[in-house]
């Protein structure tokens, strides 16, 4: 079938892009607009034409898999794109962009290229580049400056996020928001607008502004980018373009555009953000689980455990829309989870992130109580509960003796065993973990555990919820602590043992930071709570081997009473505002125990402090995949990303490993494997896959195909 279909209706032709499911513009869709373009100024009965998006929507911009191609080294050409804006500008008949659904990226800007643009009002706009670490490179940034002025323009292709289509008219990208029929109310503005000369764009200057107003616009966004986008090279690329057209004739900034655009597509940023945009896209599709296995209706929910992750879950399912009771056995437990529900709420109304009527009707959403009552109605029951595995499955034997039938029985642990907690029912096929991240209604990951016996059903419901929870749900299989926090724990081990060994927190944070993690991974521990981690290490004492190295001064300062920002103290020390400073005493700790213990004392560089948590990371991250607990390395990548703040731009662990060279990431592991022996061996997959010079990437598509 042809991407582009050619139609004409009286003296309007219609240009219609038929390339499903977003009409990306794919090799040959620019083509075949400029060839119907032609077609209508070659027919002396066309006036003016008309161009649309068969299906669900306009354009959802260039076709991202062809920017996948030109990162594996494949060419690929944007000159037809080029050729095709051109083309529209300078058509001697009037072309009216008809909008629907999303009009993003590439798709702006052909729609900017036209010389009307007339939309339905639930239609969505925007230059969303960055987020593949690009910038407009279809003359976006001189062309929407022109018509929204600089700093909307900066506003829109700095921070990539779309605009409705009332704001859209407002700012001066839209003509018209039509009701009824799109393409018969384009027609009809078609027909209006024949008889006048067609406006260009790019000959636009009155909305550029004056030097000064510009320098201050530039000054502000830069400042914002540099803080929201803290690492990213591409939103400063963006406000380059920006400039340019504040300065230069249209077609030399369209020059510094593409010169720009270029350099940020041969970006390793720009790979790891392509890459994240299909591992998104790639962790909802299961291999093995039937398509035809369809998820169970979910209308009700219910939680027990209204401790932080408790009453966060419950805060979740309300966030969406679906009622949930939520259960303690004290009244005081209670008290405190709904209290911290109220005072979450209040503060998002306070932020302005809704309005107080809607927080009333979230909170009516969730019921507070001490018992069972009304489980049996719940579709899906989450188990929230202190992380001990006698409790888990008590709770789970009451949960049993009141479920309906098909009931999801999901638990939130972060380590345990889900068979385990599964055999203390009468229906293992129902239990799967659910495991959210901290703060549960603000963190997008959802770890979807799937047990020995867990069935498909249960599997694919769970997927489906944590859309409509507005998660990434993400499968993993069952082992002591799945995939996040299993490699979470080599990871901050590494971090610990680097303060053990003299370098200061600040210090192993700071490289962290740097790199582009959220927070660093002593901060992480101290705002997680370190009794967590003591308790679980006290659980699991039996399986450390004698004579290893364990990290120690988490557990020394649990023995202080310093868990944390909880209680002002931990690896900083904490002021009521739970601003962190160091605190002289972990130092002190930290030199008596490496004294007694017989550790060196080695300052590390940045470099070291990177390579020896984020490649213990990655070998971790290599043996969960020859394992089959992860299926795939973007399942990692994506656990990383929105579950442990890795940055995105640096594509989530595995894929930086890649970017990096498995080899070299090899090497040091074995030069870190002589220097400090046991937890560094190397895994088996890292070392195969660094020896045939491949990459996880190149795993995950040949496990694909022998699938
Ligand atoms: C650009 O335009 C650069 C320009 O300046 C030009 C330079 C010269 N290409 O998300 P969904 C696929 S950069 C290829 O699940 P939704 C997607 O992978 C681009 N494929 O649906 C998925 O495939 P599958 C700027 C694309 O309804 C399927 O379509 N544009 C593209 O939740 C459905 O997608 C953007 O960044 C694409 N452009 O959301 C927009 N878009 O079924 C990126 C989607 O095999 N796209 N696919 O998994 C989006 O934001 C969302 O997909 C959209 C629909 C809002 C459109």
């Known amino acids: ?135 407009p490179g279809g003359e976006g940034t001189q062309r929407l400056p022109r018509l929204v002025g600089v700093a909307k323009a900066l506003e829109m292709c700095v921070f990539g996020e779309p605009i409705g289509a009332k704001e859209a008219l407002q700012a001066g990208i839209l003509d018209e928001i039509v009701e009824g029929e799109l393409l018969d109310a384009a027609v009809a503005y078609a027909q209006r607008v024949a008889h006048l000369p067609p406006p260009k764009t790019s000959a636009r200057t009155d909305k550029l502004g004056d030097p000064e107003a510009n320098a201050a616009a530039i000054a502000t966004v830069r400042e914002a980018a540099q803080k929201r986008m803290r690492g990213q090279t591409a939103p400063l690329a963006a406000i380059e373009a920006i400039e340019a057209a504040t300065k230069l004739p249209f077609r030399e900034g369209c020059q510094r555009e593409q010169e720009l655009f270029a350099a940020c597509l041969a970006s390793d940023q720009s790979k790891a953000l392509v890459h994240v945009f299909f591992a998104e896209r790639t962790v909802g599709k299961i291999p093995g689980l039937g398509r035809d296995v369809q998820p169970l209706a979910l209308h009700r929910a219910a939680v027990v455990g209204a401790g932080t992750m408790g009453s966060g879950i419950a805060m979740v399912y309300a966030n969406a829309g679906i009622p949930v009771l939520l259960k303690d056995s004290t009244e005081s437990a209670l008290t405190r989870g709904m209290n911290s529900i109220r005072t979450n709420y209040a503060n998002s109304v306070k932020k302005g992130r809704f309005s107080q009527q809607d927080a009333d009707k979230r909170l009516a959403l969730i019921t507070p109580t001490l018992s069972y009552d009304g489980f049996e109605q719940a579709d899906v029951i989450v188990e929230a509960v202190f992380e001990n595995m006698a409790l888990k499955k008590q709770v789970f034997a009451e949960i049993d003796a009141v479920a309906k039938p098909d009931a999801v029985l999901a638990s939130n642990t972060s380590t345990l065993n889900i068979d385990e907690i599964a055999s203390a029912t009468q229906r293992p096929e129902s239990v799967i973990g659910h495991h959210f991240f901290s703060p549960a209604h603000v963190m997008r990951l959802l770890e979807i555990v799937r047990g020995r016996a867990t069935s498909d059903r249960i599997i694919v419901t769970s997927l489906e919820l944590a859309k409509r929870l507005r998660k990434v749900g993400v499968v993993v299989g069952n082992c002591r602590g799945f995939v996040g926090n299993r490699m979470f724990a080599p990871y901050c081990r590494e971090a610990i043992f680097l303060v053990e060994e003299g370098n200061p927190p600040e210090q192993v944070d700071q490289a962290l930071y740097e790199f582009g993690m959220a927070m660093g991974p002593l901060a992480v521990q101290d705002l997680a709570g ?178």
Not at 9 to 38: C, H
Request: aromatic residues 8%; proline residues 7%.
């Open 1 to 135: 079938m042809s991407l582009v279909r050619y139609s004409r209706s009286g003296a309007v032709a219609t240009i219609t892009i038929d390339n499903p499911p977003v009409n990306a513009l794919s090799p040959g869709v620019p083509e075949g607009i400029s060839e119907g373009l032609q077609k209508a100024i070659a027919d002396p009965e066309v006036v003016a034409v008309v161009l649309i998006g068969g299906g669900r929507t306009f354009i959802a911009g260039a076709d991202i898999q062809e920017f996948r191609k030109i990162h594996q080294g494949q060419a690929g050409s944007l000159k037809p794109l080029l050729r095709l804006l051109t083309d529209l500008e300078e058509s001697p008949k009037p072309v009216v962009a008809a909008i629907h659904g999303t009009a993003l990226g590439g798709g702006l800007e052909v729609a900017m290229a036209c010389h009307y643009r007339v939309a339905v009002a639930s239609a969505q706009l925007g230059q969303p580049e960055v987020k593949l670490g690009l910038i």
């Open 530 to 707: 370190l009794d967590v981690g003591w308790r679980i290490r006290k659980e699991f004492k039996h399986t450390e081997i004698p004579g290893i190295r364990y990290p120690e001064l988490d557990s020394l300062l649990c023995e202080q009473g310093f868990f944390g920002q909880k209680t002002g103290a931990g690896f900083y020390r904490y002021d009521e505002n739970r601003k962190p400073s160091p605190h002289p005493r972990v130092m002190e700790l930290a030199r008596e125990y490496a004294a007694k213990a017989g550790i060196p004392q080695t300052p590390a560089t940045p470099q070291e402090i990177l390579e020896r948590c984020l490649y213990a990371l990655i070998n971790e991250g290599a043996a969960l995949l020859a394992e089959g607990i992860a299926l795939r390395s973007v399942d990692i990548d994506i656990i990383y990303i929105h579950g442990y703040g890795f940055p995105a731009w640096r594509g989530g662990p595995m894929k930086y490993a890649d970017l990096l060279g498995l080899d070299r990431v090899y090497q040091k592991v074995c030069e870190f494997y002589g220097r400090f022996g046991y937890h560094w061996r190397p895994a088996p997959l890292l070392e195969q896959l660094a020896k045939e010079g491949s990459s996880f990437s190149a795993y995950d598509q040949s496990k694909a195909k022998g699938q």
